[in-house]
């Protein structure tokens, strides 16, 4: 079965400073990854998603990540952070099968320090 | 925003009593799912579908049951509930490429 990891529950970082969270896939088959995001008693939003197409892949609001097939890694990145972009974010990679179903990571916390 | 309308948004019940919660789409999508949502596990799959009648198990599924019998709408069911039930439940629609979630129902057994 397929697992997601997301180093780091929470990660904290100066307002104009560069957002990165990290996640790994288990994965011998490149699948759909996806990140999304959760602001306070909201569901989620998608920021981005990568379906085998660019490996450089650009989000909403600024975000970016790059599926890196060697080091089964999809991180997401943000040059400089806004107070705004405070909320949990989820690494997801979706079942290689006809399914479609999400397997998501534990989740990061991102704090955005004024 | 997808059509995703999630009913009720709370609830608190009683260990052992039934519950349902409700899931309606307006997007006509094929597949739906129900996850849960806790702290330090993410959102883990309870069941999903991917057709009116067509359902199967995800990764959590002890407790709970569903059902499918038109398009737009997926229930969820706790037969008789327990305190580990308690838990905030998002659904989802998608139809392949990208999953679009519901506003979640946070659900308190006591």
């Known amino acids: 079965a397929q697992s997601v990891t997301q180093l780091g529950s929470h990660v904290s970082v100066s307002e104009g400073a560069l957002v990165l969270l990290r996640c790994n896939y288990s994965s011998s088959v490149p699948p759909y990854l996806f990140w999304y995001v959760q602001y306070p008693n909201q569901g989620l939003q998608l920021l981005l998603k990568y379906t085998s197409a660019a490996t450089l892949v650009k989000g909403i609001n600024g975000f970016e990540a790059e599926f890196k097939k060697s080091e089964t890694s999809f991180h997401l990145t943000k040059p400089s952070a806004h107070m705004s972009d405070a909320a949990e974010y989820f690494c997801?990679?979706?079942?290689?099968?006809?399914?479609?179903?999400?397997?998501f990571g534990s989740g990061t916390r991102l704090l955005v320090r004024p | 925003d997808a059509g995703i309308t999630q009913s009720p948004r709370h609830k608190v019940t009683e260990t052992g009593t039934p519950v349902t919660l409700r899931c309606h789409q307006t997007?006509?999508?094929?597949?739906m799912y129900w996850y849960r949502q806790d702290p330090g596990h993410g959102l883990r799959l309870i069941h999903y579908s991917y057709g009116v009648k067509d359902t199967d198990k995800g990764e959590v599924s002890d407790g709970y049951s569903v059902s499918r019998s038109k398009t737009e709408d997926f229930l969820l069911t706790l037969e008789s509930a327990t305190s580990s039930q308690t838990s905030v439940y998002f659904c989802a629609i998608s139809e392949g490429s990208e999953a679009f979630f519901g506003q979640g129902t946070r659900l308190t057994v006591v």
């Open positions: 997801a990679v979706s079942e290689v099968d006809s399914s479609y179903k999400l397997i």
């Open positions: 997007e006509n999508h094929r597949y």
